[in-house]
């Protein structure tokens, strides 16, 4: 692997700067899209993930809803079923007491 940094030296007098050969440019750059490729990644996985909870969560919500719905729908059934049956048991007692008489 090339260093990163050519030591080739430009400038004058007792100032001196260094510039990096093209080819070490070229691995600095390739290192730092790697690095982005990581993060962003990264970043992927965690939205993914974030997602993943919040459908989780709802489907448990909706299941709930949904047993919520059912558990409803049972009792005013019964409710229903209740009214029905009091409402035979006094038109019975009604009838009996019509024909007793």
Same mark, same amino acid.
């Given at each position: 692997?090339?260093? $990163?940094i /050519?030591? #080739? $030296?430009?400038? %004058?007098?007792?100032? $001196?700067?260094? =510039?990096?050969?093209?080819?070490?440019?070229?691995? !600095?750059?390739?290192? =730092?899209?790697?690095?982005? /490729? *990581?993060? %962003? %990644?990264?970043?992927?996985?965690?939205?993914?993930? @974030?997602? $993943?909870?919040? @459908? !989780? @969560?709802? #489907?448990? !919500?909706?299941?709930?809803?949904?047993?919520?719905?059912?558990?409803?729908?049972? &009792?005013?059934?019964?409710? =229903?079923?209740?009214? =029905? &049956?009091? *409402?035979?048991?006094?038109?019975?007692? %009604?009838?009996q007491? @019509? /024909?007793?008489?």
């Amino acid at each position: 692997m090339a260093p $990163l940094i /050519n030591h #080739r $030296l430009f400038g %004058s007098g007792s100032v $001196l700067f260094q =510039k990096p050969e093209p080819q070490d440019e070229r691995e !600095l750059k390739r290192q =730092k899209r790697k690095q982005s /490729n *990581r993060e %962003s %990644s990264m970043r992927s996985r965690m939205h993914k993930k @974030i997602n $993943l909870q919040v @459908i !989780l @969560i709802f #489907r448990k !919500l909706g299941d709930t809803t949904a047993i919520r719905e059912s558990v409803r729908g049972t &009792a005013i059934g019964k409710t =229903k079923t209740t009214e =029905k &049956a009091d *409402r035979a048991t006094v038109e019975q007692v %009604s009838f009996q007491t @019509i /024909n007793c008489d």
